[in-house]
């Protein structure tokens, strides 16, 4: 029993260090966001995005955070980096999309919400492919 359940990053890990970090981070505040709006919906489809959110949240931390081992196998792991990597892909295509709509009235509005919806899966994507070319 000497495996971690959890890879914490550091700074010295090819793979790892500051983006990984920020990337595990925003996803720890995007499932507090998402668990706060499934508490408090404003209307009935929040419910639906604000658990999406939140489940993606936390796919993306173990995706990040689980080092494959014997008890979480390799193929799992991969599987679920790949799902990630998917569901990441999709959440930022959306967050361009609102962005997008949003920029034709209020560009100031525009920007900070592409930085609150656009930053977590960028930074991501980005920590997931730099994990893969580590391997």
């Known amino acids: 029993m000497s495996e971690t359940a959890v890879s914490i990053p550091r700074r010295r890990e090819r793979g790892g260090g ?14 507090g966001i998402g ?7 404003r ?6 995005s604000a658990a999406g959110v939140a489940g993606v949240a936390l796919l993306n931390s173990a995706a990040l955070t689980v080092p494959p081992s014997r008890t ?15 569901a990441n892909s999709l959440l930022l295509f ?4 609102i962005v997008g709509i949003e920029a034709l009235v ?4 525009a920007t900070l ?16 492919r730099r994990q893969a070319r580590a391997r």
Do not use: K, Q
């Open 18 to 31: 500051l983006l990984l970090a920020a990337a595990v981070l925003l996803n720890v505040a995007l499932f």
């Open 35 to 41: 668990v706060y709006f499934e508490r408090h919906p």
């Open 43 to 48: 209307d009935s489809h929040d419910r639906w």
């Open 72 to 86: 979480a196998g390799a193929r799992f792991i991969a599987r679920a980096r790949r799902i990630a990597f998917l």
């Open 94 to 97: 959306v967050a361009l999309l």
């Open 106 to 109: 209020d560009a100031r509005l």
């Open 113 to 128: 919400h592409g930085v609150a919806l656009g930053l977590p899966p960028l930074l991501t994507i980005a920590a997931l």
